[in-house]
């Protein structure tokens, strides 16, 4: 059996072999049930390959269709957060005018309250 040829290396290998290395290769059941079994699990793997082609053809496809409703979502979010930059921008305005519309106003007190008090020193508290 040593002169056989590496099968496996040979694409279609047992065509390669002459007529009395088939039936030498024939009478020999360990290699026949070896080259049954690599044969069954070859074609076990071209099914797993075909159904994994199958399942990322489909995702391929799903995915390119959803690519549309994700760039318009890209769309929308960075529209979003230009509106939001704004708003947070004015707010931001407002705050700062506020404080110092409430500092302004805080300081008017404060010289009202101490005019007041500098008036009834004056005026009430003279002997």
Do not use: H
Request: include cysteine; glycine fraction near 2%.
């Amino acid at each position: 059996m040593s002169n056989f040829k590496d099968t496996n290396s040979i694409p279609d290998g047992y065509r390669a072999l002459n007529t009395s290395e088939l039936q030498e290769l024939l009478q020999d059941e360990e290699k026949m049930d070896q080259i049954v079994r690599l044969n069954e699990k070859f074609q076990e793997l071209q099914v797993d390959r075909e159904i994994l082609l199958t399942s990322n053809r489909s995702l391929a496809e799903e995915s390119l269709a959803r690519r549309p409703r994700l760039n318009n979502g890209k769309l929308q979010l960075a529209e979003k957060y230009r509106d939001l930059t704004n708003v947070a921008t004015a707010c931001r305005e407002k705050q700062s005018r506020l404080g110092e519309s409430t500092c302004d106003q805080e300081r008017q007190r404060r010289k009202d309250d101490c005019l007041c008090f500098w008036v009834y020193m004056e005026y009430c508290c003279q002997p």
